[in-house]
């Protein structure tokens, strides 16, 4: 018998080590290196059982075909356009999520959806029997005959399962139950999920079926263990929100067939998730109006404008260093427009507690709310409201001049569907679009100037 080798991985990245090490050089992390017996890697590495076992050949690229693959839509539009307009087949996807945010219960329903479109859809749980599946199937009333459930947790199996039945489409939930008897380290553990995201890798570029994985997020907001795991993967699709709130965003960090981005929206019911088609509705509806500190931003996410508040509190501070504090926004940006507005608009900041949330749980990441939050900022310090009817949308550079944003037009479209009254934007932005009729957009080319405009 060959001598069994051993190994040190580390659990955060997989880097590999012949010894120990308390610090793994490859993310820097302490004590996430565990010793794993190396898989062994005979000639039958990934033969499952024959039907699996195909030979792949270089082909000329002008030879092959490029299907126009019609991709495999649900019946959730949030869904599939957060997918970038549906599954590709043979794509391989990721969801992440905190556990109990409702990762099983997506992914159920979108089983269920396309089983009901006489699509075959074999749904493996790691975690839960076949009985708790079929008591949370009962309750979002899933009735088709298509949708196979399956409680198995060895890899090998699950691919002859998979192979018998040849679904259109198969949710893993989650990869980290799932294991592979000749890798000897624990589910879960790098080597594991390494192996097992391989061979399901190779069951959907083979047999063209999609597979989706479920896989947990650990306390710092990574999916648990690897981050090789997005690597190998098509598709990672982050499923999030506030457990205590019912709104849970489905959100595209990579996307081989699409953009990332897209935001999905849903609703945490009785009967399990719900689209939410009008967010900017639901973002607004808690707005207290006339209160100094909060404005209104339209944000691309991805193809769609979505307003919502941000909320700025800014108090004389006690101690001697002021803190800078911000939710849903990178926390770099409020020190930064803090200081603009002192060296640009004469706001003496320096000696002021700030606070910025962006309402609702949603997290914004574009240039394009610079202005907002500048402007929330200098509501809250000054304690004077601006309109309700206003929004405010611009890039602030360090100069305090306000620069060009993306798809004016459909910001502004998305503020007049909602009744806003007044668009607050970069002068740089005014040419070539059409404002709608009960709309005043007026531009600006400095945050002095739109403060005065707007406070
Ligand atoms: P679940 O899908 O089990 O989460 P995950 O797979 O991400 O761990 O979601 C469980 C939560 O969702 C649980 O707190 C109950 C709630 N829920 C509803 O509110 N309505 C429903 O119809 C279902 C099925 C679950
Ligand atoms: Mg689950």
């Known amino acids: 018998m060959a001598k069994r080798k051993m190994k040190f991985v580390c659990q955060e990245c997989g880097y590999e080590s012949a010894k120990w090490l308390g610090k793994c050089p490859g993310c820097n992390s302490w004590n996430t290196l565990v010793e794993e017996v190396e898989a062994s890697h005979s000639n039958n590495r990934h033969t499952l059982s024959s039907g699996l076992k195909t030979v792949s050949k270089p082909e000329k690229i002008t030879a092959i075909e490029s299907e126009k693959e019609p991709r495999i839509t649900t019946s959730m539009q949030e869904f599939n356009r957060v997918l970038g307009g549906g599954i590709v087949p043979g794509s391989l996807m990721l969801i992440g999520g905190d556990p109990g945010i409702g990762k099983s219960t997506l992914l159920l329903q979108v089983s269920s959806q396309l089983a009901e479109k006489q699509l ?33 947790t060895n890899m090998v199996d699950i691919a002859t399962q998979i192979e018998e039945i040849k679904p259109s489409f198969v949710v893993i939930d989650s990869i980290q139950t799932i294991f592979r008897e000749e890798v000897s380290s624990a589910p879960g553990s790098v080597s594991q999920v390494r192996e097992c995201t391989g061979q399901l890798m190779k069951i959907a570029k083979t047999n063209g079926i999609p597979i989706c994985i479920v896989g947990h997020v650990t306390k710092e907001g990574a999916i648990a263990g690897p981050r090789l795991l997005e690597h190998m993967v098509d598709a990672v699709l982050y499923f999030e929100g506030e457990r205590h709130h019912m709104y849970r965003i489905l959100r595209g960090v990579k996307n081989r067939f699409g953009s990332t981005h897209e935001m999905g929206i849903f609703e945490m019911k009785e009967k399990g998730l719900r689209e939410v088609m009008n967010p900017s509705e639901i973002f607004l509806e808690e707005r207290s109006q006339g209160a100094a500190g909060s404005t209104v931003v339209a944000s691309m996410e991805g193809t769609r404008p979505v307003l919502v508040e941000i909320q700025a509190l800014i108090s004389p501070s006690s101690f001697g260093n002021p803190r800078r504090m911000a939710t849903g926004i990178d926390n770099n940006r409020v020190p930064l427009l803090m200081a603009v507005l002192e060296k640009r608009v004469g706001l003496m900041l320096q000696n002021q507690d700030a606070y910025i949330k962006v309402a609702g749980g949603v997290k914004l990441d574009e240039p394009a709310i610079d202005l907002a939050i500048a402007v929330s900022i200098a509501s809250s310090f000054r304690n004077q409201a601006t309109l309700p009817e206003d929004i405010f949308i611009g890039e602030v550079g360090l100069t305090g001049e306000i620069r060009r944003v993306s798809r004016i037009d459909q910001r502004v479209q998305e503020a ?35 403060l005065e405009v707007g406070l």
Do not use: H, M
Not at 121 to 150: C, F, H, M, N, P
């Open 120 to 152: 075959p859809v074999l749904y493996i749980s790691g975690e839960e029997s076949t009985r708790q599946t079929k008591l949370r199937a009962d309750r979002l009333g899933v009735t088709s005959d298509l949708l196979y459930v399956l409680a198995e």
């Open 416 to 450: 007049a569907k909602l009744g806003f009254k007044r668009v607050i934007c970069p002068k740089k932005n005014l040419d070539g679009w059409e404002v709608p009729k009960n709309i005043q957009v007026i531009g600006v080319d400095t945050v002095q100037e739109a």
